[in-house]
C-alpha cells in the first residue's frame, strides 16, 4: 500500500496528474500557500515542502536542478492527494482509530530497533515521535479502510484456484532434498581428531554437541531437510553425492573444517493441489485485493473535486526542509 512518500515514490510516476488538474481553478488570484485542494480540503505549501524535503534527503543526490525535482515532486502530490481521498472516504464511513491501536502500531515499530537507534531513526527521517504517531494513525485508518469496504468484497471461487495452480505448476515443485548433519571445526588437526572418534563407532550427534562450532551443535549438528542452493556450493557438492548414513571425508570451506552425515533424500516431486491450496488461495486473494484496491481509489479520484495551484508548485524547488526533532 504506497500511501505515504518515501524515496520510492517515483515509481509512482505510472500515475501521473493529467486527471488531477481536471477542474477549473477558481477565479480569485490562487493563493500561494496552497498546492491543491481536495474536495474543499487544503494541501499547503508548507506541508507539502516539508514532505519533499523529506523525500529528497533519503535520497542517493544531495542537490538537484529543479528538472531533477519536477518528478519527485509530481509523484508526490498524487502521493498525498490520493491520501487526502481515502482519509476523507474513511471520515464518509465514521471509520476511527483508538489511541490503543496506535499504541500496539508505535511499539512494533520500535521493537525492530535497538532502543537506542530508534530515535535516530526518526532523525535521520526528519520525523518526531508525535509526527510519526499521526502517519500512523492515518495509516491505520486507511488500512481500516480497505478492510471494511473494499477487501471484503473480494472472493475466490473453486474453479480460479484450481486454474491458478494448473497455470503455475512449476512453481509448486519441490526439489530433492537432502536432510544432512554437520560437526564444524577451526583445524584439520582437530577435525581428524573427531574423524577417528566416529571411526571408532562414536556418535556423530554426540560429538557435534561436544565439539562443533556451529550454532546447530546444541542439536546434533542438525541441518534439516534442504535443496540444493540453500547452502553454500562446498556443502551441496558432497552431501548430495553421499548415500544416506554415510560420512564425508574432512571438508574445508571459509567457516572451518566440516564433516557431514547424510541422513535420508527426498525425492523431487510435484506438490497435489490439496496441500498447495491454502496458498495458491492466498496468492489470488492478494492480486484480487491489490486490484479492488486500484479500482478503489480511481473511482474516489474520478468524482473527487480536486484543483492544483500550477504556479505556487512550479515555484517550490524542493530544497530539504530542516530537521525536526524527535521528541
Not at 109 to 115: F, K, N, Q
Not at 249 to 269: M, N, P, W
Not at 290 to 317: C, D, G, H, M, Y
Amino acid at each position: 500500500m504506497r500511501l505515504f512518500p518515501t524515496r520510492s515514490c517515483l515509481l509512482a510516476l505510472a500515475l501521473t496528474l493529467g486527471a488531477v488538474g481536471c477542474t477549473k481553478p477558481p477565479q480569485q488570484e490562487p493563493d500561494a500557500n496552497v498546492v491543491a485542494t481536495v474536495n474543499g480540503e487544503v494541501l499547503s505549501r508548507a506541508e507539502f515542502e516539508q514532505e519533499l524535503g523529506r523525500e529528497l534527503a533519503s535520497a542517493e543526490a544531495p542537490e538537484r536542478t529543479p528538472e531533477e525535482v519536477e518528478p519527485y515532486k509530481r509523484a508526490l502530490l498524487d502521493t498525498l492527494v490520493k491520501r487526502m481521498l481515502l482519509l476523507q472516504e474513511a471520515k464518509q464511513h465514521n471509520l476511527a482509530v483508538t489511541p490503543e491501536e496506535v499504541d500496539r502500531r508505535m511499539l512494533r515499530l520500535s521493537g525492530d530497533y535497538p532502543t537506542d537507534n530508534f530515535s535516530d531513526v526518526l532523525t535521520q527521517g526528519q520525523l518526531s515521535l508525535a509526527e510519526l504517531r499521526a502517519r500512523e494513525s492515518q495509516r491505520l485508518l486507511i488500512e481500516k479502510l480497505f478492510a471494511n469496504h473494499v477487501y471484503s468484497r473480494v472472493a475466490v471461487t473453486e474453479e480460479e484456484l484450481r486454474a491458478y495452480y494448473a497455470a503455475h505448476e512449476t512453481e509448486f515443485n519441490e526439489p530433492e532434498q537432502v536432510h544432512a548433519a554437520q560437526i564444524v571445526v577451526k583445524d584439520m588437526d582437530e577435525a581428524r581428531r573427531v574423524q577417528a572418534q566416529l571411526r571408532a563407532g562414536k556418535k556423530f550427534a554426540d560429538l557435534a554437541r561436544r565439539y562443533s562450532l556451529s550454532a546447530d551443535a546444541k542439536v546434533g549438528g542438525d541441518l534439516g531437510f534442504f535443496p540444493r542452493g540453500q547452502m553454500p556450493p562446498a556443502f551441496d557438492a558432497v552431501v548430495f553425492a553421499m548415500r544416506p548414513g554415510q560420512v564425508s571425508d574432512v571438508v574445508s570451506t571459509e567457516y572451518g573444517y566440516h564433516l557431514f552425515r547424510v541422513i535420508e533424500f527426498k525425492a523431487a516431486r510435484k506438490k497435489d493441489f490439496t496441500e498447495v491450496r491454502s496458498q495458491v488461495e492466498g496468492r489470488i486473494v492478494k492480486l484480487k485485493q491489490a486490484e479492488a484496491q486500484e479500482s478503489f481509489e480511481k473511482e474516489l479520484q474520478a468524482k473527487a473535486k480536486i484543483w492544483v495551484n500550477e504556479p505556487t508548485l512550479q515555484a517550490i524547488r524542493g530544497r530539504p526542509a530542516p530537521r525536526a526533532a524527535s521528541k
